[in-house]
């Protein structure tokens, strides 16, 4: 069973930036495209950014274009994004996604994001 672990989360003030790590249980290589999520409070789970492992490309929820960037790494078997000029509309659990070919999904158990004064 394939396991993806979330770290990097935590507090940070308006303006701010964290960045979080996803670390893969296998090679990444074995996943057709990886990403975030986010969940806010009383919101539904929302996508945040993709990035397709062949390519290394990402794609971004617009509300994040020019302030998250979402990468991998291939020989630590880790995504990251790192995530600038942080507003409070970005607090939330963010959780990071694994799709393998045949739509099959893993997710990660999430890290809580909180962006405050």
């Known amino acids: 069973q394939v396991q993806l672990v979330e770290s990097g989360g935590g507090w940070v003030q308006p303006g701010g930036s964290l960045r979080l790590s996803c670390l893969a249980s296998?090679?990444?290589?074995?996943?057709?495209?990886m990403g975030w999520y986010r969940q806010a409070p009383g919101k539904q789970r929302e996508w945040v950014a993709t990035?397709?492992?062949?390519?290394?490309?990402?794609e971004y929820e617009d509300s994040v274009k020019g302030r998250f960037t979402a990468s991998r790494d291939i020989a630590s078997n880790t995504l990251t994004l790192q995530m600038n000029s942080l507003e409070p509309e970005d607090t939330a659990v963010y959780y990071c996604h694994g799709r393998k070919r045949l739509a099959v999904n893993h997710w990660g158990q999430g890290t809580q994001v909180t962006v405050s004064a």
């Open positions: 990035v397709h492992i062949g390519m290394g490309t990402a």
């Open positions: 296998e090679d990444i290589r074995g996943f057709v495209a």
